[in-house]
């Protein structure tokens, strides 16, 4: 009897380790979902990539403008972002390509 109790214990906490887990990929997923349309695919991708390069201020000591297109919902990495659309926010919407389809 006691042992079952255990039992039940153990897998109440498995489970919500398990749904706790998935929480934190579901809320990354949902980030990667720019346009909100419930999944992450390729005009997420594109918007990303059309930003990729830029920065969130224009560097007065180059030619370039840097933040010509800025776009501060792509800069997803890392978390809160850090003013630069680079490859690792390009990763981490791929790293959730699928998601929602
Ligand atoms: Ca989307
Ligand atoms: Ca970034």
């Known amino acids: 009897m ?3 109790a255990i039992s039940g214990i153990v897998l109440a906490l498995l489970i ?3 749904v706790i887990a998935n929480i934190g990929t579901v809320l990354a997923q949902l980030e990667a979902d720019f346009d909100g349309d419930k999944d ?3 005009q997420d991708v594109r918007r990303c990539a059309r930003a990729f390069g830029s920065m969130d201020h224009d560097d007065p ?3 370039r403008i ?3 297109t800025w776009d501060p919902v792509v800069d997803i990495f890392p978390e ?9 926010d390009l990763r981490q919407v791929c ?3 699928g998601y929602g389809t």
């Open 2 to 4: 006691k042992s079952k």
């Open 40 to 42: 992450v695919d390729i």
């Open 80 to 88: 809160g972002g850090d003013g630069y659309i680079n490859i690792f």
């Open 66 to 68: 840097e933040n010509a």
């Open 16 to 18: 919500a380790s398990i």
């Open 95 to 97: 790293k959730y390509y």
């Open 61 to 63: 000591a180059t030619s």
